[in-house]
């Protein structure tokens, strides 16, 4: 899944389209902030991290890899048997629990 980046949240391709109408051109540098521009699309979920990331806006999980640390996050998530663990980490971590 594409993600972009505005002033360090992670946004998907949906929202990141509402928020480069609210901000304006995210290829024009009115202050030269790089911060203040919408970056991307990056590839892979915004790409490995150590939790599992969703977009700050809408909450919908980006599919990113995952860091050894992260994959024990996971794991230790799905042991606890709580319901810390959503269904859609299962899928997209199928790797994880074979």
Do not use: H
Request: with cysteine; hydrophobic share 30%; glycine share 10%.
């Amino acid at each position: 899944m594409q993600v972009y980046v505005y002033q360090a949240s992670l946004f998907c391709q949906d929202c990141a389209l509402i928020v480069e109408r609210d901000i304006g051109n995210p290829n024009a540098a009115s202050d030269g902030k790089f911060y203040n521009r919408l970056q991307g699309p990056y590839d892979n979920g915004g790409g490995e991290a150590d939790i599992p990331q969703y977009c700050d806006r809408c909450f919908k999980f980006l599919e990113n890899p995952l860091t050894r640390e992260g994959e024990n996050y996971v794991i230790d998530a799905a042991k606890a048997g709580d319901g810390g663990c959503p269904k859609e980490w299962y899928e997209c971590y199928a790797y994880l629990f074979d």
